[in-house]
């Protein structure tokens, strides 16, 4: 027959209503013995022993139930009975050291102290010196700021026979204590230990830091007997501003181990900041460096520092082509030669960028020339370079800055017609930044032209257009080809060069976002410049008379004048040139061409190559190329315009290979990032809780739910997953 618990707890009660109280117990005692895990009927039974001046058997219910629950990490609630059973028995140990344990736990730390020193006098009042000092070790290890205990506690390692424990321990108080800077106290715990183990070389080598700590470099010298310590102490010198002392020292390190490579490449490099290469190379060759790349990268940048610039260069393209990683560092060294040997330099940098390219990564690459550059501005073979990666990778505002770079150079180096030209495509493209019209004149000067002004007024004013080099410009944006004798003109607009005109600086669109161009003049004009007020009044369906011709302002004192001022009459219903029907396009198909190019605008590559890697990572995915599509998400999901839809594909791509952490990563990557709509963002988040839940991660998996049920409700099974990940939590 089955126990009934339910009639057992009754009987129980009512037998406690009337008094019985041993019956009573012996009836929860059933209880207790069907069920042993019954922790609330146990505690009754506990204190019904009480009751019944029965203390032993209530102390043992109750340690039986805290042990339990302190293994199942219910902290709180075991103290509370470990401190229910230092009531009824202040001196019972075992629960005085779980307590000490839990209150440790909890940082209560002055109360653990106080429940092991009790432990600690009852075992000294009873001669027991061992017990004794393992409560001193264990006080010992409760705060670690508490040197005084610490010490004691290591002391006490003795008395229990662990010597090297003992020793171990003061050790790591000198360590910290030097730290601090309280050397002092480090030194005399160093001596405790030496006493306790004269032969501990650690300790001495620790006397040596403790000397080093506090600057008696001359002490700690007499204390290093090997090639490492002197390295160390060379190191501490070279700190402290003592470079010819830690030279020495790294001198006598090398004498006491001549076929340490290592040390010979640290020599090298003191060597080196010293600018002495004939010695550095005395410490490190290649065939000393041998097939280590760091000690092969520093033998490269010795020899191109020297005059075996080729060989040096030869080792360079030896461990790119080992570790095409390596660019980075390759390109280091190059900067880092840059000032002393610019053309050694711009040849590591080179190949440096050609690994770059090699891989696709054409930022990469195109930062490896800039940085360069920026250190020798007026490198051309370096900036002509730059400039062809940027138009190969598509980075068009790289590209301007270095065009803008190469065309100062030039005209430094006094090439006028290379400046000249550069120049007028800066100009062309961006006719508002005065120093693009600043690098014309320049350039016109220096081949000679007697007005640069004049020659400026003209390309801006229309007649003789810029030219732009820029081969994405739309040429058929409006839809019409422009009249066979040149440029397309705003009607009735009076030449910049005309008497009293000063030459024309464009400014910059005031209009926010992206620009959006048509010909004018052959020369890009911001649109939102010439008709920023003109889309905000649209007319009528039957358009006003024409305005009169626009009037040229006088030349300001500076000689500059405003684009804006050409064209600010400009009124609704003006024609602009086309070449095509009736010579004119009215206004009310300008609205049309506004949204063409707001349309184009929009699907414009963003510059950073991010469409690209997209377009490659879908396709390479559909051809089952699946690493390959992966890498090329990767790169795209560095856009920010591209970040979430390419780190979510790439995350999918790594769960479907079950390599779930790459997963884990890419959606968190996609999460940093705002998703295109709303349902999107769900199930991001939906997978990425999925994701980590499965490689064990609940408490981040509840995390993600949570927030996910806070924000779609009960989104698929989202509820039912909160209800499992929460019980997992609590080992429910």
Known sequence: MSFDRAATLRNAEKLLRQGKLDAAIAEYLRVVDDQPRDWNTANVLGDLYVKAGQTDKAVEQFIRIADSLNDEGFLPKAGAL??????????????????????????????????????????????????AAQMAIRLGSLDPADFDSRITGAKARVEVGDLDGAVSDLKAIAVELTELGRQPEALEVLRQAAGLNPQDETVKAQLLDVYVAAGDFARARECAVNAEQFRGLAAAMEA????????????????????????????????????????????????????????????????????????????????????????????????????????????????????????????????????????????IPALMRLVEICVDGGLEATMYAAQAQLADAYIALGSADEARFIAEDLVAREPWERANIERFRRALVLLGEADPDAVIAERLSGQTPFVSTDLDADQDLLGFDPPAGGSSEVAAAPPANAPGAAPVVPTRPARPGPLTHFELGGSPVDIGSILGEL?????????????????????????????????????????????????????????????????????????????????????????????????????????PRHRFKAATLAGRLYREQNRLPQAIECFERAAQSPAPTVDEGHLLLYELADALEQVGETARALAVCLELQADAGDFRDVASRVDRLAKVQTRG
């Open 535 to 639: 889309e905000a009044s649209m007319p009528a369906p039957e358009p006003p008379p024409p305005a009169p011709p626009p009037t040229v302002q006088p030349a300001r004192d500076s000689g500059d004048t405003d684009l804006g001022l050409m064209l600010e009459d400009l009124k609704p219903g003006e024609a602009f040139a086309s070449g095509a029907g009736d010579g004119s396009t009215r206004l009310s198909d300008i609205q049309s061409v506004l949204a063409q190019l707001r349309d184009e605008a929009s699907r414009r590559p963003t510059g950073d190559g991010g469409d690209a890697q997209l377009a490659l990572g879908l396709r390479l995915r559909q051809e089952g190329k699946i690493d390959e599509a992966i890498g090329a998400l990767d790169a795209a999901s560095r856009s």
């Open 82 to 131: 470990y401190k229910k059973i230092l009531k009824l028995k202040p001196d019972h140990e075992h629960a005085l050291i779980q307590a000490a344990e839990i209150a440790s736990s909890q940082g209560l730390l002055a109360d653990a102290r106080n429940y092991l020193n009790v432990v600690g006098e009852r075992r000294r009042s009873r001669g027991d010196k061992r017990g």
């Open 240 to 379: 402290k501003g003592h470079a010819d002392a830690a030279l020495d020292s790294l001198r006598e390190a090398a004498r006491l181990e001549p076929g340490d490579v290592a040390l010979r490449a640290q020599l090298a490099r003191a060597f080196v900041a010293r600018g002495d290469m004939q010695a550095a190379a005395e410490y490190l060759t290649v065939e000393t460096a041998g097939d280590d790349p760091q000690l092969l990268v520093m033998a490269a940048e010795i020899m191109l520092r020297s005059s075996r610039g080729d060989d040096g260069l030869a080792i360079v393209r030896r461990l790119l082509e080992h570790d095409p990683s390596r660019r980075e560092d390759m390109a280091a060294v190059g900067w880092r030669i840059a000032d002393e040997n610019p053309e050694a330099g711009f040849r590591v940098v080179e190949l440096a960028a050609d690994v770059a390219v090699g891989q696709t990564d054409w930022a990469a690459a195109a930062a490896a020339l800039q940085e360069f550059v920026t250190r020798v501005p007026n490198h």
